[in-house]
């Protein structure tokens, strides 16, 4: 566990937000700092936001995107407006999901 909460690995003291993410290396090597602390920022919106970006660089090659879409989209259960873009985004990415993860999001996908 690191001791710092995932704002302060991406601006200080490391400064990751300014390594480019077009770089595998780079989006390794901060999702490898992320990981570290990931107990601590559980239920942190934020940091699910920074991980479901890293991971829509590489989502074809592992599962963690929708892991972090996952966790997204529960945790913004009461920000209408961050779920409503996560709720077009799964409807119009809807069959790049896989079964399982469809079949969890829709149960909790209220039409409000």
Known sequence: ????????LVNYP?????LSLLNSTNRDFIKEGLNKNLSRNMLNINYWNYNLIIDSYSKEQN??????????FFLTKNNQLKNLDLK?????????????????????????
Not at 1 to 8: E, L, Q, T, V
């Open 1 to 8: 566990m690191m001791p710092y909460d995932y704002k302060y």
């Open 14 to 18: 490391n400064d990751l937000k300014n």
């Open 63 to 72: 599962k963690d995107f929708e892991k972090s879409f996952i966790n997204l």
């Open 88 to 112: 077009k985004y799964f409807i119009s990415n809807f069959s790049r999901f896989s079964i399982d993860n469809r079949q969890k999001i829709l149960k909790n996908y209220n039409l409000e």
